[in-house]
């Protein structure tokens, strides 16, 4: 088994293969290591790709303090992940939780990043539902540490955003739950307080994300409501970044519509490659309805 080893000791598990570019996917709070295996398999045909276990997950190490998890922490861990690889910069994809630390990534370590994806990203971020996002993820933390996340999963996997993964494809869902039941329960614990409860909204990180010029791509399902309005702010906030929306769709991009999923990254990073995804055009003004002169 590979680990690279965190600032503070923490042992973190990753499997790489192919070669190429290196892409790093960084997994959502529902996932581990392997919720990228479709990304793996079909980006690794072109490109180096790297998936981990964040701290917490098994096989990585599951620190029992919660001061041991944070949002700051989850970006450093990425990076402690490329430095064991040697690798300097990197296209870095991630997943709601995973995708909160992209874009965090993107703020603390631009250098190092070649562009960010940015997929199912928003929980806790609308100001209206800050402090219920705080309470309820503190509520799902108890949640795990006392009924255990074996029992637990049956609740969280049935959530609204989740039931049209089921929907669509019952096995590949149930795949997911499966991997749900077999998480930490102080790891799920302590991640859903330390990270998910404390981390600040995007919306008051508004002129560092404008300062932001990596190439973007802002994934969302239309279904994963409270991610909807974050996207579209993220959309209208960093300079070169674009949006795309899958219909029908709900928190668990990746796994729900791979094909999909998949397509909408290999164009992005090929027009990044390319040098081709730039910032907007200073003429398409957002206030313009109509041109008159």
Known sequence: MSFATATDGTRLYYEEAGTGTPILFIHEFGGDYRAWEPQMQFFARRHRCITYSARGYAPS????????????????DALAVLDHLGIDRAHIVGLSMGGFATLHFGLMAPERALSLTIAGAGYGAEKQFEDYFR???????????????????????????????????????????????????????????????????????????????????????DED????????????????????????????????????FNQLLAEF??????GRWTARDPRAEPAQIMKTS
């Open 269 to 274: 990073i090929a027009m990044v490659e390319a």
């Open 225 to 260: 409501d409270h991610c909807l309005q974050p996207g579209i702010f993220m959309k209208k906030t960093l300079p070169a970044a674009g949006l795309a929306v899958l219909p029908k769709t709900g928190h668990t991009l990746n796994l729900e519509e791979p094909a999909l």
């Open 135 to 221: 309470g309820v993820s503190l509520e799902v933390a108890e949640r795990f540490r006392t009924l255990g996340a074996k029992e637990f999963a049956k609740t969280y996997a049935l959530g609204a955003s989740r039931v049209q993964f089921q929907n669509k494809d019952p096995r590949g869902w149930q795949d997911f739950a499966d991997r749900l039941a077999e998480h930490s329960d102080i790891g799920a614990a302590n991640t859903m307080s330390g990270v998910q409860a404390r981390r600040p909204s995007i919306y008051d990180l508004e002129d560092q994300i404008r300062a932001c010029t990596l190439p973007a791509l802002i994934v969302v399902g």
């Open 61 to 76: 190490d599951i620190p029992t303090d919660v001061a041991a998890y944070s949002q700051e922490i989850a970006v450093t």
